[in-house]
Nanobody, 121 residues
Framework: QVQLVESGGGLVQAGGSLRLSCAAS????????MGWFRQAPGKEREFVAG????????YYAESVKGRFTISRENAKNTVYLQMNSLKSEDTAIYYC??????????????WGKGTLVTVSS
């Protein structure tokens, strides 16, 4: 089992920044890839960014490239999502997930409970 706990969500004005954190624990969690997904009201859950624990290779959805950065801190077993230049359309519940590629929600094996990000215009 892998446990994931997100934090860092909140209310921010458009153009502002937030940093989300995902603390991972459990068995062999570093054998998985880690991803951030989001789900806005009335929409399907979508991929935002992903990272390989071992290599640090990263992947991004087109909608967030150049604005969001995913990173990991191995010593703290934590993955981060730095979100800059936030837009109202970034408003969603953000979920941390662990699983295997491809970067599709159904391929993720473990999920956190999510953290709400609200961007006001």
């Amino acid at each position: 089992q892998v446990q994931l706990v997100e934090s860092g969500g909140g209310l921010v004005q458009a153009g502002g920044s937030l940093r989300l954190s995902c603390a991972a624990s459990g068995r062999a969690f570093n054998s998985y890839v880690m991803g951030w997904f989001r789900q806005a009201p009335g929409k399907e859950r979508e991929f935002v960014a992903g990272i390989w624990w071992n290599s640090g290779s990263t992947y991004y959805a087109e909608s967030v490239k150049g604005r969001f950065t995913i990173s990991r801190e191995n010593a703290k077993n934590t993955v981060y999502l730095q979100m800059n230049s936030l837009k109202s359309e970034d408003t969603a519940i953000y979920y941390c997930a662990a699983g295997h590629p491809p970067w599709i929600a159904s391929y993720m094996d473990y999920w956190g409970k999510g953290t709400l990000v609200t961007v006001s215009s």
